[in-house]
């Protein structure tokens, strides 16, 4: 009896172990299915031994000349630089650069391990040629041409793209689209971009009607909405019924100005038709920053990176937003003509750096 009763004691506890085991052990397929992994997870053999691919750069960081809400130039850089992080780089931005800080920033950037390092603006190119030479591994970018007759070396690269092409485009459509013969455009800096907007677009304009008055002011700022305010109001003021501006924030107030005045404006680098009431923005003046700055990326994997490339209409870089529903089809079509021709090459630009 003392033996049965051993033996059940142990049967007993042999299945009391087996329960106790399943419970702190076991899980069931609903459980294993729903549970999430750890932060500190092993992955597996198989992808762990995959080497990652080494990207051609990894920090991306930009130097703007204006602020990131101008709806226009800065704006559009800086969606460029989220395009980048949304592939896995690591950005980092400076607004309102301004010429005493160039150089400065440009070297904080390198010294902090980005490499690569894009000035937005021609204005940055003579500050970055002196520095790029001492960062040899960093890739230097400028969206502008070149400085004349400076040793360029050979980690910049410069796209010194078309924008005048679109400016004498505009031109061309403010001179069909003027009622008082008077027009105008509204400029940022005293810079070789800036000018040749200005000039392309008083030669297209005459290219349209000889007699067009064209009317030109670089205000000295991209940041000052006030600025472009007070300067479109004299304008208009003067009889000017068409307005381009190319200054990023400080044309915003233009456009304020033509609003409150039912004049006619012209839009940069985005489509700005929505800044004002319907009907009075003609169209823009279109620049694909965002291509510019993520195509180099592949263009430095490639190790193609550096010197100089002149994209404008053609390659798409440059282009003319839709019209307004004010602009008749017949105008629009004779805008058309001028545009493809300079697409197809029967119409070329030499840029006027001149501001006078």
Known sequence: MKNLKRILTL????????????????ETAED??????????????????????????????ILLPGYITDQSWNQGAYEGLLELEGQGYEIAYTEDVQAADMESTFRTYCEDGYDFVIGHGVQYGDACVRVAADYPDVNFF??????????????????????????????????LMSESGVIGYIGGGDNTTQCSDKNAYVQGAKAANADI????????????????????????????DVILQTCD???????????????YCIGYTSDQSGL???????????????????????IIAAGEFGGLEQPGLAEGVIGIAPYSTEVPAEIQQQVETVKQSLIDGTLTLTPDYSNN
């Not at 078309?162 to 505009?170: D, L, N, R, S, T």
Request: proline letters at 4%; hydrophobic letters at 40%; aromatic letters at 6%.
């Open 11 to 26: 049967l007993m506890s042999a299945v009391m172990l087996l329960t106790l085991l399943a419970g702190c052990g076991g």
């Open 213 to 240: 008055e064209v009317k030109t002011v670089i205000t000295g700022t991209f940041n000052d909405s006030s600025v472009g305010k007070e300067t479109a109001i004299a304008m208009i003021e003067q009889g000017v």
């Open 142 to 175: 400028i969206t502008g041409n070149p400085p004349e007759g400076e040793n360029l070396p050979g980690n910049i690269a410069f796209y010194d793209y078309k924008e005048f092409e679109g400016a004498y485009v505009c031109g061309y459509l403010a001179a």
């Open 32 to 61: 294993a299915s729903s549970s999430e992994p750890s932060e500190s997870a092993v992955v597996s053999d198989e992808s762990s031994s995959a080497p990652e691919e080494e990207k051609a750069v990894s920090k991306i960081a």
């Open 249 to 263: 924030e400080t044309g915003l107030g233009a456009f304020e100005a033509c609003n409150e005045k039912g004049v």
């Open 276 to 298: 004002v009431d319907e009907g009075l923005c003609l169209t823009s003046l279109l620049v694909s920053i965002p291509t510019m700055i993520t195509s180099q990326i592949d």
